[in-house]
């Protein structure tokens, strides 16, 4: 699943860094792929899953993009880790993301691609882990 993952990762930024959209096809994509790992490997605890649902019932709360929170469930579904903990892992992605866009622009974005910050989030926290 990672696999997948990581190849579908780069033209999910892409599109989300030019238009700030994750088009469905990207998603449609990713939850078969999902279905296919839940058939072969199961949904894991309910406890985890439900830790899931109300994060990400959270971040739809804040206003984070629903291109965002799909690509989000997905990857939660398909792994069983802390989730409190890889939020916190993206989301530190996302500032360093805000921080660097800043640089370069001299002010603060009102907008940013969460795409990449989901990705790289995903990669140090599987490496790290």
Request: hydrophobic residues 60%; neutral net charge; contains cysteine.
């Amino acid at each position: 699943m990672d696999v997948a993952l990581f190849i579908l990762a780069l033209p999910i930024c892409i599109a989300d860094l030019s238009t700030f959209v994750i088009p469905n096809i990207y998603t449609k994509i990713l939850f078969y792929l999902t279905l296919i790992h839940l058939t072969l490997f199961g949904i894991g605890q309910l406890r985890d899953v439900a830790v899931s649902l109300s994060m990400l019932s959270l971040l739809i709360l804040i206003g984070i993009g629903m291109g965002d929170v799909k690509v989000l469930a997905l990857i939660l579904l398909s792994h069983s880790f802390n989730t409190p903990e890889y939020i916190a892992y993206v989301f530190l992605m996302g500032l360093l993301h805000i921080v660097i866009l800043t640089g370069f622009h001299r002010a603060i974005p009102s907008k940013m691609a969460l795409a990449p910050s989901i990705f790289v989030g995903l990669a140090t926290y599987l490496a790290a882990r």
